[in-house]
């Protein structure tokens, strides 16, 4: 099973940006779906995460500014960001329970004028 991330990028504050996470290889089917960021010097932390039913959890720091959604047939999973700050910058990291975890190779994201 292989999890590719993309969409990052550099982005003004108060901009958008869309990452996207798919899972490929012998799936039957994946429980949670998340994204989890690590800025330099610090360690990783849950940004977002969805279950396979729909049910999402945010960090505090990221409530009503992204928003987590999921293809199921395409084993797909997507963070809208919003209003993005520099403390939003950092890489970002898909993770998928199979229940076996998964991590894909991270996508930068830097919030910058």
């Known amino acids: 099973v292989q999890l590719q991330a993309s969409g990052g990028?550099?982005?003004?504050?108060?901009?958008s940006l869309r990452l996207?996470?798919?899972?490929?290889?012998?799936?039957?089917?994946i429980n949670n779906m998340g994204w989890y960021r690590q800025a330099p010097?610090?360690?990783?932390e849950l940004?977002?995460?969805i279950t396979r039913r729909g049910s999402t959890d945010y960090a505090d720091s990221v409530k009503g500014r992204?928003?987590?959604s999921r293809d199921n047939a395409k084993n797909t999973v997507y963070p809208q960001m919003n209003s993005l700050k520099p403390e939003d910058t950092a890489v970002y990291y898909c993770k998928a329970d199979l229940?076996?975890?998964?991590w894909g190779q991270?996508?930068?994201?830097?919030?910058s004028s």
């Open 66 to 68: 992204f928003t987590i």
């Open 9 to 15: 990028g550099l982005v003004q504050p108060g901009g």
């Open 47 to 49: 940004v977002a995460v």
């Open 20 to 29: 996207s996470c798919e899972a490929s290889g012998s799936i039957f089917s």
């Open 106 to 111: 991270g996508t930068q994201v830097t919030v």
């Open 41 to 44: 010097g610090k360690q990783r």
């Open 99 to 102: 229940p076996a975890i998964y």
